[in-house]
């Protein structure tokens, strides 16, 4: 079971539209943080969000964190090729560690 | 840049082989991560070391061990290995200063097919 429920699995859009990918816990966490994941590559982290409430904005990627600290979204505006890939959400547990989420595979099309 | 490093991007092995993996990072970080990655079910921590010598189970660890003689170094072992764990097996290292530590840093990965 995972403790991280990332919706929706899959996602194909055009070029130029926007989407948005949801990140649901019944845990409360200090913080979440977004990775994205190209083929054949590890994990790269996006942004941590720390407050609930807080909204990060990165150049059209806008995220926030829920007020209750138990969930997540991804925003992205006026998407394009190069923001193909597998998204994942990781909530900070105890001792350093990461719960993450299934991942949102997302494929934008030119 | 900071880096972490895995020793191969794919691997075969057959049923019974003992596998090591290595991983390399050159960031100084206390913490490191064996992770396994497989299609529906994200990122699963196998075992986790946040010191030289010192390591934890994580959430599933049978089948695995770990070694961590230098600090940059984590070795992720497969005594015998069965078709079972045939996976994206990710490397992560993370620092233990404030925020900061639950940002982790992954190598590429290593691909492991077990026939």
């Known amino acids: 079971t995972q403790l991280l429920e990332q919706s929706p699995q899959f996602l194909s859009i055009q070029e130029g539209e926007n989407l948005t990918v949801y990140c649901n816990s019944s845990?409360?966490?200090?913080?979440l943080q977004w990775y994205r994941q190209e083929p054949g590559e590890g994990p790269v982290l996006l942004v941590t969000?720390?407050?609930?409430?807080e909204v990060k904005k990165l150049k059209r990627l806008t995220f926030q964190f829920g007020d209750a600290r138990k969930d997540s979204s991804l925003h992205i505006t006026a998407a394009q090729p190069g923001d193909t890939g597998l998204y994942l959400c990781?909530?900070?547990?105890?001792?350093?560690?990461?719960?993450f989420g299934a991942g949102t595979t997302v494929t934008v099309r030119a | 840049d900071v880096k972490v490093t895995q020793s191969s991007r794919y691997l075969v092995k057959r049923t019974g082989e003992k596998v090591f993996l290595e991983c390399v990072q050159d960031?100084?970080?206390?913490?490191m991560f064996w992770y396994r990655q497989d299609p529906g079910l994200g990122l699963r921590l196998i075992y986790f070391?946040?010191?030289?010598?010192?390591?934890e189970k994580g959430d599933i660890p049978e089948g695995y061990s770990v070694s961590r003689e230098k600090k940059e170094r984590f070795s992720l072992i497969l005594e015998s290995a069965s078709t079972n764990q045939t996976s994206m097996y990710l490397c992560?290292?993370?620092?233990?200063?404030?925020?900061?530590?639950?940002?982790?840093?992954f190598g590429p990965g290593t691909r492991l097919t077990v026939t």
């Open positions: 992560a290292s993370s620092s233990q200063t404030g925020l900061d530590s639950y940002e982790q840093y």
């Open positions: 845990s409360v966490f200090s913080s």
């Open positions: 969000v720390v407050t609930g409430g």
């Open positions: 990781a909530g900070a547990r105890s001792d350093y560690k990461l719960s």
């Open positions: 960031m100084d970080h206390e913490n």
């Open positions: 070391s946040y010191d030289v010598k010192m390591k």
